[in-house]
């Protein structure tokens, strides 16, 4: 029974360049999560996805950064024209419905190094 | 989410029990307590979480007092592999995503 999938495990990307974060849950959960962890500091949250559906992206930036989670296929954060600041580690979690007795199953995340 | 305060940090010796407390004064009636941890820079794991009762897990204990204002994570014999950032968090899967705080760095030394 597969957890989180995150790939690539490590990407690089040249300043200006498009990063693309893949995420596929866990067989039968239909709810995920993005976070993003700076160097040393803490989980921030940035949007939450059901299929088809953003529910909330406060967390998101608003320009550069978008996230889907298609009805087929993996949820995908695509960060555009990246700069240095977006170096860091990016997780996905996943849940498998709406009800809050139900903890969170993160993938390994994907580290993102901007050069 | 529930603001939650943890010390910052902790030591613990191997094999001892390691109590970890978390205050959660604004919690609310249908928020649940989440631990989380976070072994260097791997994902978080899922620890336990609760409502009103303890409970158990292979893992951990969880203590919620009976006014659910602060809560307990129990790891019976802590190991190295247990060094790790814990996070305990206020909330509700169900309503919206769970926000993590700066949780508390527990040192198991040999």
């Known amino acids: 029974n597969a957890g989180v999938m995150q790939n690539p495990r490590h990407l690089v990307r040249r300043r200006g360049q498009e990063a693309r974060l893949r995420c596929s849950p866990m067989k039968g959960h239909s709810h995920v999560y993005w976070y993003r962890q700076l160097p040393e500091e803490g989980l921030k949250f940035m949007v939450y996805l059901q299929k088809e559906n953003i529910i909330d992206e406060s967390g998101m930036p608003k320009e550069r950064f978008s996230a889907e989670f298609p009805k087929e296929g993996p949820s995908i954060l695509r960060i555009q024209q990246v700069v240095r600041g977006d170096s860091a580690a990016y997780f996905c979690?996943?849940?498998?419905?709406?009800?809050?007795?139900?903890?969170?199953?993160f993938g390994s995340g994907t580290r993102l190094t901007v050069v | 989410d529930a603001k939650t305060t943890q010390p910052p940090s902790m030591d613990c010796a191997e094999g001892r029990a390691a109590n970890l407390p978390c205050n959660h004064s604004?919690?609310?009636?249908?928020?649940?307590v989440y631990w989380y941890r976070q072994i260097h820079s791997q994902g978080p794991q899922y620890i336990i979480h609760g409502l009103k009762n303890n409970e158990t897990n292979e893992m951990a204990s969880l203590i919620i007092t009976e006014d659910r204002k602060s809560s307990t994570l129990i790891l019976p014999h802590a190991t190295l592999r247990d060094t790790a950032v814990y996070y305990c968090?206020?909330?509700?899967?169900?309503?919206?995503?769970?926000?993590f705080g700066s949780g508390t760095r527990l040192q198991v030394q040999p």
């Open positions: 968090i206020g909330g509700d899967t169900g309503r919206r995503a769970l926000t």
């Open positions: 979690a996943s849940s498998p419905r709406q009800t809050g007795n139900y903890g969170y199953t």
């Open positions: 604004t919690i609310s009636g249908n928020e649940y």
